[in-house]
Nanobody, 120 residues
Framework: QVQLVESGGGLVQPGGSLGLSCAAS????????MRWYRQAPEKQRELVAT???????NYADSVKGRFTISRDNAKNTVYLQMNSLKPEDTAVYYC??????????????WGQGTQVTVSS
């Protein structure tokens, strides 16, 4: 009933920039907090950034000052702008969204993930 589709991953050199987007579609009544997670090989999943439906943001210490999360409520889309990228930012990035479906309750939905590789 609800689908999150991510785009924008790829290969970038250290110090470069990359933007991710994640669009939600389906029987959506309302979207609350939206988040980006990442998981590097053999590491635990890490919460990278959160944005509430009111626009309040929060970031992991590892990305503060370099990453910016934003959202377009009219498009049901969340973005992650990543600047000054480092090799340790290499991971699969996942978006999530707390969504109330039409005629139903609230659940947390996940995107399929997009690979970000920072390497020279």
């Amino acid at each position: 009933q609800v689908q999150l589709v991510e785009s924008g991953g790829g290969l970038v050199q250290p110090g470069g920039s990359l933007g991710l987007s994640c669009a939600a579609s389906g029987s959506i009544f309302s979207i609350y907090a939206m988040r980006w997670y990442r998981q590097a090989p053999e590491k635990q999943r890490e919460l990278v950034a959160t944005i509430t439906n009111g626009g309040i943001t929060n970031y992991a210490d590892s990305v503060k000052g370099r990453f910016t999360i934003s959202r377009d409520n009219a498009k049901n889309t969340v973005y992650l702008q990543m600047n000054s990228l480092k090799p340790e930012d290499t991971a699969v990035y996942y978006c999530t969204a707390e969504i109330r479906i039409v005629g139903g309750g609230i659940d947390n939905y996940w995107g399929q993930g997009t690979q970000v590789t920072v390497s020279s």
